[in-house]
């Protein structure tokens, strides 16, 4: 037999060819892919780019119309990212916030050539963040386009902007003069340094990690250990590492957030500059007047509870208020520091004090005011309700402290404090204090119903009290307090600590059970429970005189003797 060799053809690719049209396939796909995830990119950052132009137009036009900006109207979940927390930076500039921006978006933001904002250049879009995008309140003159009877350019018309009052309009560019060569942001500004960096209101600053050295025109690195003559402004660039005292910048220690800088050194006769010692103090330290004195603003104010006066650093709760060159002083260094205090105009004005920031929660009038309505009505804006005007006066809302208001003291009196208080009958009884005092049958005082002695009233007032008793016209405790003994009257209560002699019975007498406070003793046949302190002779027994180490026993007949001070 003859085997058969004949090939036969087939139909069909070789592997390699199949494996090099998958390559093809796959290459391809990419290239789709990166250009949907581009164009997707393009679209989210010109969509976000739209929405924020929108929002800096409604800003932007209530500002110049001298309206306030309201960012309600915009729905912030309208568009793939929020955007909110408007915040007017200063007299030029607003910001407003795209929240949780990814990677990719950030740094499209930050390539793109905006017509009214720009973006903080030192963010670094690594991963989902918020972004602040910064507008001028007028959009670069743009807005005078937007309400033409509201804004005008004050500058040059150039190229659809707004050019600087000291620029030119050169060939549509905005040219800035000699002086003031650089522009920036819409403004012409005076070249930086070489070492220094403009922030995003074109101020010159030095580089992080670094602050100004005014006097040597340099920055200098916050870890320096040595002590700098240079402004507060500047030493604080450096924030915790460095401390503002005595005018001078110093390397500052490793305090927590929870603690702020102060010097040892209590007053500038013990002072030496080149020596300080500087310390952590707590923010929650009960203050000693030592660690008031000459203390770090920047820390000091961290603490969130203390404010500055002067170059102490004092509790937010410290009583009466301290007095500021200015407003604006005692807003940065008090008023805005602590959510009790207040700024308002003094009485007597200096040319070192015009206002004083005052504490809101004090429990007296304000006699310091130059006006008391408008500091009480600046206390009531900070905390509503706070305070009223009562005679002319203003004073702490009592009711809302749980107190009653005691006109002849002006102030606010505690429910059971045993102080008298001066108001009329119905105010005491439908006070908040309703079930812990009670009025005297006429007049206009008001007692607690823990007062110890006996008092001429009604009985409808006497019962008022759930703790007294009504009887021959008078109101009295049912139970006499610990420490207390009744007197002969059977109404009134006397303290065995206090007083010199109270007619009263041996056994009321015999409540007075600590040493050194009472005996029993007779005084022109009457009984009285003496103090050890009375500087008489008494008549009693020996062992009634015994209570008291001070005073000494002598036998006259029977088993009574004098009692006499030593």
């Known amino acids: 037999m003859h085997k058969t060799t004949d090939k036969i053809n087939q139909l069909g690719r070789s592997m390699v060819e199949m494996l090099g049209v998958l390559a093809i396939v796959a290459v391809l796909s990419i290239a789709a892919l990166a250009g949907y995830e581009a164009a997707i990119t393009s679209l989210y950052t010109t969509q976000t780019i739209d929405r924020l132009t929108r929002r800096a137009q409604n800003v932007s036009t209530a500002i110049v119309t001298g309206q306030t900006p309201d960012l309600s109207e915009f729905n912030p979940l309208d568009g793939r990212y929020v955007i909110d927390s408007l915040n007017i930076v200063d007299e030029e500039v607003f910001s407003l916030t795209v929240h949780d921006v990814p990677t990719s978006i950030c740094k499209k933001l930050l390539d793109t050539q905006w017509d009214y904002g720009w973006v903080d250049e030192n963010i670094s879009c690594e991963g989902a963040q918020d972004i602040l995008v910064y507008f001028q309140h007028d959009l670069g003159g743009a807005v005078a386009d937007l309400v033409p009877d509201q804004a005008v350019c004050t500058g040059t018309k150039c190229g659809g902007v707004c050019c600087p009052n000291n620029a030119q309009c050169i060939n549509d560019k905005c040219v800035c003069p000699d002086d003031a060569p650089e522009y920036y942001r819409g403004k012409c500004l005076v070249p930086c340094r070489e070492d220094q960096t403009?922030?995003?209101?074109?101020?010159?600053?030095?580089?992080?990690?670094?602050?100004?050295?005014?006097?040597?025109?340099?920055?200098?690195?916050?870890?320096?250990?040595?002590?700098?003559?240079?402004?507060?402004?500047?030493?604080?660039?450096?924030?915790?590492?460095?401390?503002?005292?005595?005018?001078?910048?110093?390397?500052?220690?490793?305090?927590?957030?929870?603690?702020?800088?102060?010097?040892?050194?209590?007053?500038?006769?013990?002072?030496?500059?080149?020596?300080?010692?500087?310390?952590?103090?707590?923010?929650?330290?009960?203050?000693?007047?030592?660690?008031?004195?000459?203390?770090?603003?920047?820390?000091?104010?961290?603490?969130?509870?203390?404010?500055?006066?002067?170059?102490?650093?004092?509790?937010?709760?410290?009583?009466?208020?301290?007095?500021?060159?200015?407003?604006?002083?005692?807003?940065?260094?008090?008023?805005?520091?602590?959510n009790n205090r207040a700024v308002w105009e003094i009485n007597s004005p200096a040319s070192w004090a015009k206002v004083i920031c005052g504490n809101c929660d004090d429990n007296k009038r304000f006699d310091d005011a130059k006006d008391q309505a408008a500091a009480c009505a600046t206390c009531n804006k900070k905390r509503p309700n706070s305070r009223v005007m009562i005679n002319g006066d203003c004073v702490l809302n009592c009711p809302k402290n749980g107190m009653i208001f005691d006109s002849s003291k002006k102030k606010c009196v505690d429910c059971s404090t045993s102080s008298v208080t001066t108001v009329d009958a119905a105010t005491c009884l439908n006070s908040v204090c309703a079930t812990k005092r009670f009025p005297k049958s006429s007049g206009t005082t008001c007692y607690s119903c823990e007062k110890n002695s006996a008092v001429e009233t009604t009985q409808a007032y006497c019962n008022n009290c759930s703790n007294r008793q009504y009887a021959n016209g008078k109101c009295y405790l049912k139970n006499c307090p610990k420490d207390t003994f009744r007197q002969a009257d059977m109404m009134s209560c006397a303290e065995c600590d206090g007083g010199s002699e109270t007619e009263a019975s041996q056994e009321q007498c015999a409540l007075c059970t600590q040493s050194d406070t009472r005996f029993f003793g007779t005084q022109n046949g009457k009984d009285y429970c003496f103090s050890c302190w009375v500087f008489k002779t008494v008549v009693t027994t020996q062992a009634e005189c015994a209570r008291c180490t001070d005073r000494t026993w002598t036998a006259t007949e029977g088993n009574l003797g004098n009692c006499a001070s030593n």
Do not use: W
């Open 198 to 338: 403009r922030d995003i209101l074109g101020n010159c600053q030095c580089p992080d990690g670094y602050f100004d050295f005014n006097s040597a025109d340099k920055c200098i690195s916050c870890d320096t250990p040595d002590i700098i003559t240079t402004t507060r402004e500047a030493c604080e660039a450096c924030e915790r590492k460095r401390a503002y005292i005595h005018n001078r910048c110093y390397l500052a220690p490793n305090c927590s957030g929870s603690e702020y800088v102060t010097d040892k050194q209590n007053t500038y006769t013990t002072f030496s500059a080149e020596t300080p010692q500087l310390q952590c103090i707590s923010c929650e330290q009960n203050d000693k007047y030592e660690y008031f004195y000459s203390s770090d603003f920047a820390s000091c104010k961290l603490c969130g509870n203390r404010y500055m006066s002067g170059s102490s650093c004092h509790p937010c709760s410290f009583e009466g208020g301290h007095v500021y060159t200015s407003e604006a002083s005692a807003l940065e260094q008090c008023g805005n520091l602590c």
